[in-house]
């Protein structure tokens, strides 16, 4: 007998999914080691390599520049998040024009709308890399430049904010567990 209470709402299993998902994933960040620091400048770090116009190799960016500057790695790496397929197209034209104002050429927005029109289409990160890199040299360094600029322009505020965040998070995490430990008395 097949009655419709029994059957799974799909909707909302699915929002179950995504709340859990979001728990899951704000309690291994509360939880990170590592010195405020270190993590924080990984995350500001990650945050940089998010910004440079290199979709495939952002991570790889940020996980050997921690390296260099011995911070946290998986911060570095989840400070990548900051682009993504919903920005894309921001982070994308807005390098390329600051890079653009930057070395004073003038905007070749058909190249840029190919471009665009690939992200738009949701092609692969290797055929985005391909037109960019298929524009010209002069296109690519305003596109680097300009992913650089605004890297720093973002990152240097975020390791600030981060290092507040997780020295907040220590705070909390030691208070916490000297509740724990707090004898109790005798009753």
Aim: avoid cysteine.
């Amino acid at each position: 007998m097949d009655l419709d209470w029994e059957r799974p709402n799909n909707k909302g299993t699915k929002i179950l999914e995504l709340r859990r998902q979001i728990k899951y994933y704000y309690l291994k960040f509360i939880r990170l080691k590592g010195e405020p620091h270190e993590l924080a400048l990984g995350m500001a770090i990650g945050i940089f390599a998010g910004m440079m116009p290199i979709v495939p190799f952002q991570t790889a960016l940020a996980l050997t520049v921690a390296l260099f500057f011995k911070s946290s790695k998986i911060t570095a790496a989840l400070g990548t998040w900051v682009s993504n397929p919903l920005n894309w197209y921001f982070l994308y034209r807005y390098s390329y024009k600051l890079g653009a104002l930057i070395l004073g050429i003038r905007e070749q927005k058909a190249v840029f709308a190919s471009i665009t029109a690939a992200i738009s289409a949701g092609e692969e990160s290797m055929v985005v890399a391909g037109k960019i890199l298929g524009a010209g040299s002069t296109f690519v360094t305003a596109f680097l430049l300009g992913g650089f600029v605004m890297g720093v322009i973002f990152s240097t505020p975020s390791y600030f904010i981060f290092l507040k965040v997780f020295r907040s998070i220590r705070i909390w995490r030691s208070s916490r567990k000297e509740r724990k430990n707090w004898p109790v008395p005798d009753q």
